[in-house]
């Protein structure tokens, strides 16, 4: 059973993959899987190559890397087009009976492995505040938020939605029952809990 939890920056996926690990999922992060990338060389000379004054030392200044593609859609293009292959294959290669996976970004070439979409819904302005209480400004905010996938556009693809207006202890609840019900689901069907191999 593989289960995908998307949803907007600042929107509480991370809390959502801490709630799954604890209903006993195998949890990936997308964007630690990226931070990892980061430290490997080989992934760092392809960033180099495509931008070339975020590398220095052999290592890449985030903070350089997001000013530039959050303010120009085709150089973030370039980015996901280095990194999303590599994400995507760590998460295709996981053979976990039971995975969630934390997506910040719509993966076309691993959503169609997953057997639930929970989608995670949040008001806008929760989002907002958030992202400034992570050290950006309410610009930056809303350039990351811009830069995704409308929420709107999430949820038409997710199979559950939770919604995450309320308190951190609703959200416990709230994420926990559709987790329950999905354990249940894959219970009934004990093909989609094998071990892969």
Same mark, same amino acid.
């Given at each position: 059973m #593989?289960?995908?939890?998307?949803?907007?920056?600042?929107s509480g996926k991370s809390e959502v993959l801490k709630i799954a690990k604890e209903k006993g999922f195998f949890c990936l992060s997308a964007d630690e899987i990226n931070a990892n990338l980061l430290v490997s060389p080989s992934y760092i000379a392809k960033i180099a190559s495509a931008f070339p004054t975020v590398v220095k030392d052999g290592a890449v200044d985030k903070k350089a890397l997001a000013s530039i593609v959050f303010s120009d859609d085709e150089q973030l293009e370039?980015? +996901?087009?280095?990194?999303? $292959?590599e994400i995507a294959k760590v998460i295709n290669e996981c053979a976990e009976p039971l995975v969630a996976a934390e997506l910040p970004i719509v993966l076309e070439s691993v959503i169609g492995g997953f057997d639930e979409i929970l989608f995670?819904?949040? $008001?806008?302005r929760? #989002?907002?505040?958030r992202l400034k209480g992570r050290g950006l400004d309410e610009s930056q905010a809303k350039a990351r938020m811009r830069a995704q996938v409308k929420p709107s556009e999430l949820k038409k693809i997710a199979t559950y939605t939770?919604? +995450?207006?309320?308190s951190l202890d609703d959200l416990r609840v709230n994420a926990g029952k559709i987790f329950d019900e999905i354990l249940a689901k894959c219970a009934d069907s004990k093909d989609k809990c094998a071990k892969t191999t």
């Open positions: #593989r289960v995908a939890i998307i949803g907007g920056i600042g370039t980015l +996901n087009a280095i990194a999303h $292959p995670v819904s949040t $008001p806008y929760t #989002r907002i505040k939770v919604d +995450n207006s309320g």
